[in-house]
């Protein structure tokens, strides 16, 4: 169906006519020309993420479904990394003629998905068209006590540096996505021209041939067998909020916080600065999955250059009070790779054989030149 055919508050009307608020802090959702929201005793956290399709996604890999859940859980994992709770989401979109209206369906799907998981009210939003590609920006709220808050700027010397997960997997994913998406196109270029030979010759036996090259090649699926967790990793990524429960129950505040969506290195050097700090991290510490490291090796790349720089990971980067070593340890999930250090000592690199390097931020930047 053309998204013509129905306009814009038919698409909305299609989009959220059955989504029922579940948080009580929602007063008020999608229909009016805001949402209402009440807070009580809690603080408002607020994030907002701009998604642009060839900067932040391909769609010749990334479903619409999985485009949707991804989103959503990009901002979801911003809330949790300040140790909050989230509870409505805003979405924009702005679309172009190639998008019918079947495509939205599976975007909000992804989209719904991912709140449903989180328990997450969809407030509002806004949909426009585009001439330059499918563009997303989502807002979304969280609460969280004022004394539960934790922010970049609360490392001390001595703290643990702990991670969750495993990193360096969903910049894999991505390398072998892009290496995939490679071979195809080399392969549609090398038809398309046998294809405009053999049409400059007249030859139909040859021409029906190739046509019959191009379609199996546009119906061909890349076989990723035992690489599933890395493609996963990129193209459908959790928000830790299971980690954040467990910091809970355990009585745990982080003294410092943010999400691994740049690289481990970057995130690393934010939370020094901010809290004037430096810090020691090992290299043998690093949390890193099987199939990454197999990849790694596949594609004669460095392991640990991966894990550092990768993003996309979206597991968390914490640092808590020496003293809770043992509850840390008993976490599953959690890693300690290093501590906090005096800012004057700077951000080092302890790598296997006990070499130390200064730690640098070589993680993701949209801004950077090429």
């Known amino acids: 169906m053309e998204i013509a055919e129905i306009g814009e508050f038919g698409l909305i009307e299609r989009l959220t006519n059955d989504i029922k608020p579940k948080n009580a802090s929602t007063q008020y959702g999608v229909g009016d020309d805001c949402a209402v929201l009440q807070y009580h005793e809690d603080e408002v956290l607020m994030t907002s993420d701009m998604l642009m399709e060839g900067v ?17 859980m990009e901002n979801i994992s911003d809330i949790f990394a300040m140790n909050g709770t989230p509870a409505q989401m805003i979405v924009s979109i702005a679309i172009d003629k190639r998008f019918n209206v079947e495509n939205i369906d599976e ?19 806004d949909t426009t068209s585009t001439r330059t590609g499918l563009a997303i920006s989502i807002t979304c709220v969280g609460h969280a006590k004022k004394e539960e808050i934790v922010y970049r700027n609360g490392a001390r010397e ?7 997960g495993d990193l360096g997997a969903a910049y894999m994913g991505l390398q072998l996505l892009e290496r995939e998406k490679q071979v195809y196109y080399q392969q549609y270029d090398a038809l398309t021209k046998k294809m405009e030979t053999a049409r400059a010759s007249g030859n139909p036996e040859n021409i029906k041939t190739l046509e019959a090259d191009l379609k199996a090649l546009n119906d061909f699926q890349p076989d990723f067998a035992g690489k599933e967790y890395l493609i996963d990793r990129q193209l459908k990524p959790e928000a830790r909020g299971d980690i954040i429960g467990q910091l809970r129950e355990a009585n745990i505040r982080p003294t410092a916080m943010m999400d691994i969506s740049d690289g481990l290195s970057s995130e690393l050097i934010h939370i020094c600065k901010q809290s004037h700090c430096g810090c020691r991290v090992y290299e043998k510490n690093i949390p890193i ?13 460095n392991l640990t250059t991966c894990a550092l720089n990768g993003g996309e990971d979206y597991e968390l980067l914490f640092t808590v009070p020496i003293g809770d070593h043992e509850k840390i340890e ?3 999930g959690v890693r300690q790779i290093g501590y906090i250090t005096k800012e004057a000592l700077g951000c080092q690199l302890i790598t296997r054989d006990n070499n130390e390097f200064e730690l640098k931020a070589q993680g993701w930047n949209p801004l950077k030149e090429k």
């Open 330 to 332: 008993a976490m599953e």
């Open 56 to 72: 932040h996604f391909d769609l010749t890999y990334i479903t619409m479904e999985q485009l949707g859940y991804k989103a959503a």
């Open 158 to 164: 001595t703290d643990l540096i702990c991670v969750t």
């Open 289 to 301: 999955d099987y199939q990454t490291a197999v990849m790694a090796e596949e594609m004669n790349m």
């Open 107 to 125: 975007f909000y799907a992804g989209l719904r998905k991912a709140c449903d998981k989180w328990n997450i009210d969809i407030v509002g939003g």
